[in-house]
């Protein structure tokens, strides 16, 4: 390879090798290339990348990817392998006897006699459910943006 390094053979005009929501990033990249751990860390974080290795990431994106990584180690050394954050519950018990019936059956679970029965299913199974809030957030963040983009096409279109 002439002694170049990896990252002077980037040939995708410095732009970020980020994907999310099927949108690739357009802010451009730095110089350094991804080593394989920090691009498994990456993945894990809820991103995927443009075309094959070496892989190169924004500013925004390695900031993001680095707290993920840290709020989740910081997790991990303090309490354990296996912790668990206090949510509030939400309180199922102000539903009524068909709502959780539809839970259950939305979710496949086995549905019971009574409504104590039900509240017991779906209080356990709402308990299991892991949570990326990362991910959620990011997720949200993209649905708004999308939402104010779709409703500033229909202002300039004058379509209701």
Do not use: W
Not at 33 to 41: E, F, G, S, V, W
Not at 59 to 75: C, M, Q, W
Not at 85 to 104: A, E, G, I, M, R
Not at 147 to 157: C, D, G, L, N, Y
Request: proline share 4%; with cysteine; glycine share 6%.
């Amino acid at each position: 390879m002439s002694g170049r390094k990896a990252s002077s053979i980037n040939s995708d005009g410095g732009v970020c090798h980020i994907i999310r929501d099927r949108e690739r990033c357009t802010n451009l990249h730095d110089s350094k290339a991804l080593t394989r751990q920090y691009c498994k860390d990456v993945e894990e974080a809820g991103y995927q990348f443009v075309g094959p290795r070496p892989h190169f990431i924004c500013k925004v994106h390695r900031t993001l990817v680095d707290n993920a990584i840290a709020s989740y180690s910081v997790g991990q050394s303090a309490i354990g392998d296996n912790y668990e954050l206090d949510f509030p519950q939400p309180d199922f018990s102000v539903l009524n006897t068909t709502s959780l019936s539809k839970y259950c059956k939305h979710y496949k679970l086995p549905e019971g006699a009574s409504k104590q029965e039900l509240l017991e299913i779906v209080q356990s199974h709402f308990a299991r459910e892991p949570v990326s809030e990362h991910g959620d957030i990011l997720s949200f963040s993209a649905k708004i943006r999308v939402e104010r983009e779709e409703e500033a096409i229909k202002a300039m279109t004058g379509r209701q």
